[in-house]
């Protein structure tokens, strides 16, 4: 019997891949970790459809994994927009303090994910031991934490915005505005995936015999239909701002004319 389930994660994600190519083409350096990380969701999503086709249960150990982690790159993904946004609402942030705040949580989020991976191993295995339930909420806590981080940091940034500044500076912030509302979006929806993840891998623990993580219908409520719209939204807002890169340039080149024009006047008023 063919599984429809993975039938569906199959075409609807070699829909969404093209597109999400093109944002990840288009918008280039200033949000390439972002949009990368849509396509390499985008990518893990077809080969758990792929793996589901191919007769390999859902409870193997591949599966499982490939299935859990599916919220550290939707994670990743939200924070790198959220940088490329940032920038776009105030071109003067400081790099150096975004740049930690970004390391920062990308080891967040990686460390969730192998703390999970090596408790899922450990389930695999039936190791239901003190060590593995202990890195299993430990996973469970710090990917709860990366997703209110990434709230906090979002609603932070639109708290902030400004609508002053020269008309390529308003533009740019338009198209920031359109990522940052897109991202909003994306983690309130985010946060279902989040509690089906956190609570279908306790229940493999504490109640192994329970049908809930292998329910089909909480699989397509709570896992693949929010996934699909969360990466729906990144993807939605980044083709609505497809120029902010050209427009980022622009930017940095009239505050380089502007810089060198004021140095020639001072350098003129002092001779």
């Known amino acids: 019997m063919v599984d429809s389930i993975s039938v569906a994660k199959l075409v609807v994600y070699i ?43 859902s409870n193997s150990a591949t599966a499982t994994i490939l299935n859990s982690i599916g919220l550290s790159p939707l994670l990743l993904a939200g924070a790198g927009i959220l940088i490329e946004a940032r920038k776009a609402t105030n071109p003067r942030v400081n790099r150096k303090m975004e740049r930690l705040m970004d390391i920062s ?20 295995e039936l190791q239901i031991i003190d060590s593995m339930k202990a890195m ?10 990366a997703w209110a981080a990434l709230v906090t940091w979002t609603v932070c940034s639109l708290v902030s915005l400004h609508g002053s500044g020269s008309q390529m500076e308003i533009l740019t912030a338009r198209a920031g505005k359109t990522l940052l509302l897109g991202l909003v979006i994306a983690v309130s ?34 896992m693949i239909i929010p996934e699909i719209l969360v990466t729906m939204s990144y993807i939605i ?18 505050y380089a004319r502007a810089s060198s024009e004021l140095s020639h006047d001072l350098g003129a008023n002092i001779a």
């Open 237 to 254: 807002s980044g083709i609505l701002t497809v120029s902010l890169n050209a427009d980022l340039k622009k930017t940095k080149l009239l």
């Open 105 to 124: 949580f990308h080891a967040l989020v990686i460390l969730a994910t192998v703390l999970s991976i090596i408790a899922i191993l450990k389930l695999q």
């Open 15 to 57: 829909i969404l891949l093209p597109p999400a190519l093109f944002v990840l083409w288009r918008h280039g350096k200033p949000g390439f970790l972002g949009w990368f990380f849509v396509q390499c969701f985008c990518i893990l999503r077809i080969v758990t459809g792929a793996i589901g086709l191919s007769g390999i249960s």
């Open 136 to 145: 299993l909420k430990a996973s469970s806590a710090l990917s709860a934490l």
């Open 189 to 222: 929806i985010l946060v279902i995936r989040l509690a089906y993840g956190i609570a279908s891998l306790q229940m493999r623990v504490s109640d192994p015999a329970s049908s809930f993580p292998s329910n089909t219908t909480a699989q397509i409520l709570l």
